[in-house]
């Protein structure tokens, strides 16, 4: 059974724990991380913070290959970084998982992470990965959806599409992200995600608002 994780982990943890040590009063939300194979590139919205200093302290990690300035809305602007794919700590152990990412925020203290755990098992390897690490991890919330037996049971691949879309703006008004640019996310047509949304939802309707 597929879950849903939020956790919170120390700044220093996370490379991007840079910006939050060295910036006072800034704020980072992670939009996406894209493992590449020799590299990894977090997309990421920085608000109450100069350009320069941000790119500056990007650059300062050992790990970091490249800073770019992509765009900003008016009170954030949104950064890409590349980093080596041998990074250590919290993102290495997360490439080194079944763990995905959904979505990471700053706060005071560190990071708030929501994860997407393929099974109990996967998600007992990552813990056991950064106590190994001396990473210091706060399980705040376990997610552990249930669904009906009967033949229309939720598959992981359609809740992972739901999650997605959520978590991007798809169901905003207006809307925050195509149902294309969701599909590029999977790697997949436009056609084949609209699908496993539908389905899934029908699924997640049939559970929660259906008197069976």
């Excluded at 956790?7 to 590449?36: N, Q």
């Excluded at 790119?55 to 050992?62: A, D, G, I, N, Q």
């Excluded at 250590?88 to 997407?116: K, P, Y």
Aim: a negative charge; hydrophobic letters at 40%; proline letters at 4%.
């Amino acid at each position: 059974m597929i879950h849903i994780v939020d956790i919170t982990v120390p700044s220093r943890a996370f490379e991007l724990g840079r910006l939050l040590d060295e910036i006072p009063g800034v704020h980072v939300e992670l939009e996406k991380m894209i493992p590449l194979h020799d590299s990894v590139i977090p997309l990421f919205w920085v608000s109450n913070g100069d350009e320069t200093r941000i790119v500056e302290t990007l650059e300062s990690s050992p790990t970091t290959r490249e800073v770019r300035f992509l765009t900003e809305d008016g009170r954030r602007k949104l950064f890409e970084v590349r980093w080596d794919s041998d990074a250590d700590g919290f993102v290495g152990i997360l490439l080194d998982s079944n763990v995905r990412l959904l979505e990471g925020e700053s706060i005071a203290q560190g990071w708030d992470f929501r994860l997407l755990v393929p099974s109990q098992n996967d998600l007992m390897e990552f813990q056991r990965g950064c106590e190994e690490a001396d990473i210091q991890l706060v399980l705040r919330r376990l997610y552990n959806p249930s669904f009906p037996s009967n033949g229309s049971r939720m598959s992981a691949e359609q809740q992972e599409a739901i999650v997605a879309a959520y978590e991007h703006g798809y169901f905003e008004v207006p809307r925050a992200v195509t149902l294309g640019e969701l599909a590029t996310m999977f790697d997949i047509s436009d056609n084949a995600y609209s699908q496993r949304l539908r389905r899934g939802i029908a699924s997640l309707v049939h559970e929660t608002m259906v008197d069976t």
